[in-house]
């Protein structure tokens, strides 16, 4: 109580000094946010309104409103690449099967760490986590020998079964189970004789789905965003990824800016409508994570 | 404790088979083709079917007088440490100032700030260089119209060594700012209120509060930031590629390490000397995270 009223006077203070220099501090600092919030938009803004214009017009002059030309910069995308959607599938393959193969085989693993005791459990655990330390430039020479060793060269298998072994998922889902699955829930369903891969697979999976969940996102994100890895791996034009697509698109035709705009668009837009939906989500779920860290 | 956390030892042996399919993909994608790049990187090797053959240390004495290898770990830093400097300053003053509660519309910030680090970074390295194209571009454009400069006396932003550099610093700082301001966010919501109301009672200023309360809660915060932007920005590829086209240009000023990897083992063919240069990226990447470790771990003298 006493404290609840010490808590009450040093706000009003804190409010009493704040409201003294509003006028010039409060101001200032509004301004300063809002032009960064600028800075980070309007490069958005400038890409979705080119993308609406004719190359002459985004060479010749400065674009603020949107024009018409949009289908005839996608008509110039086509022709002149013609698989561009492939780009898109292969994105959406990769991206969808890794991220439920990272899911399930991560979620194992974590359980695995989180209720269970084995020897060797904590160096195999620093193992995984020092896989989190390695950026995939230091090893993509042997994993490019890896993958034409078994024929994967140009298939998304050379893409998705890596992601079985996704680091950050484990360590996040790990510490969740800790938190929200008790000891008596696991050994009340073996005094019914459940199995153990059944109570994974029936009883715990079902209630850490929202940390999967979570963590799949980002998972997602980095796969769909993975640029290095598919542009040694995916050599066939017909097997390129979005971001691959992306950098032939601006390299092929630097002077059909109104197509390369397009493009661009046409990459980024997925992500910004899935961002406006699920920002809180997100972000949250970032934020979950780093407290655990 | 172990009892609370653990179950019974009896069926401890199954924590094996949960963990063994995650390992297996561990071992064979991440670890194999480490182990095997350190291999290739004491041999000379095309990548040919002829197996590689073994030529001891030769590709590193090579390296240590390859100017093109240090001129990119020099890129790679420069590039680097301007993008990272305000990144961590606008981060953590930024995190500061939206956990004011009183403010408005911080949820929009928030969100506005965060998500360039959703992109993909390809994507947005490629708007940037249309956006700064010589002829044409929307930038140079916005600057003839202003009167600031002329159609003949456009700046040619990618044949500039020093802009070229600036706007991939640029470009990394606009791209993970966001993202190192949500973990400092995570970071001082976990700072117990009690702190600063101690600090209010002692009549500390917001400076002597952030200084002496604020930063010294946030060191783990700051080191795990720290550490993870050496590991990503000493490997940066997508926005330097994308900027200069894949060739580094102008003058090779923007090779980055792994652009140099990149190029030497899967254009000019040379399995074995970039598989030293990865050695190398590693050992760089290893020095600068001790070096973070000593240098924010240390003891903070309150004077």
Known sequence: ?293 | MLKRLQIDDKYGRYGYFFIFPFFVAMLLFTAYPLVYSIYLSFTKWDGSTIAPAFIGIDNFKHLVKDHFFWDSILNTFKIWLFAVTPQMIFAIILAVVLNDKKLKGKGIFRAVYFFPALVTAVSIAGLFFQLFAWQGGTVNNLLISLGISTTDSATNFFGSIFWTRFLCSFLLWWLWFGYSMIIFMAGIKAIPEELYEAGDVDGAGWWKKFRYITLPSLRPTILYNIVTSIIGGLAIFDVPYMLTSGTGAPDYSAQTISMYLYSQTFQANNYGYGASIGVGLCILTTIFVIIAFKFINRDVSID
Request: charge should be positive; include cysteine.
């Open chain 1, 1 to 293: 109580m006493a404290n609840e009223a010490v808590k009450i006077k040093t706000n009003r203070q804190v409010s009493l000094n704040r409201g003294k220099n509003f006028s010039s501090s409060r101001i200032f600092l509004y301004v300063g946010l809002i032009v960064l919030a600028l800075i980070c938009f309007i490069p958005f803004y400038m890409m979705l309104i080119n993308a609406t214009h004719s190359s002459y017009d985004i060479g010749a002059k400065i674009n603020l409103l949107p024009s018409d030309q949009l289908i005839a910069n996608y008509k110039v995308i086509m022709k002149n690449t013609p698989r561009y959607w492939y780009g898109f599938q292969n994105s959406v393959i990769i991206s969808v099967f890794g991220t439920l193969l990272s899911a399930y085989f991560g979620s194992l693993a974590a359980y695995g760490f989180a209720k269970y005791k084995f020897r060797g459990k904590n160096i195999l655990f620093w193992a995984v986590m020092a896989t989190m330390m390695i950026p995939p430039q230091l090893g993509i020479i042997g994993f490019y020998q890896l993958m034409n060793a078994m024929h994967l060269i140009s298939n998304p298998l050379a893409l998705i079964l890596p992601m079985a072994a996704n680091a950050n998922l484990v360590f996040f889902v790990r510490g969740y189970i800790e938190g929200a699955i008790s000891n008596s829930l696991i050994e009340s369903a073996r005094m019914d004789g459940c199995g153990e891969f059944k109570i994974f697979n029936r009883i715990v999976l079902p209630l850490i789905t929202p940390s999967i969940a979570t963590m799949s996102i980002f998972t997602f994100i980095t796969s769909w965003n993975n640029f290095f890895t598919p542009l040694v791996i995916m050599q066939r034009e017909d097997r390129y990824t979005v971001p691959i697509m992306t950098y032939m698109v601006n390299g092929f035709y630097r002077d059909q800016f109104g197509a390369v705009y397009t493009s661009l668009a046409i990459s980024v837009v997925p992500i910004m409508i899935v961002f406006i939906f699920a920002s809180k989500y997100i972000i949250g779920g970032l934020t979950a994570g780093a407290v655990k860290g």
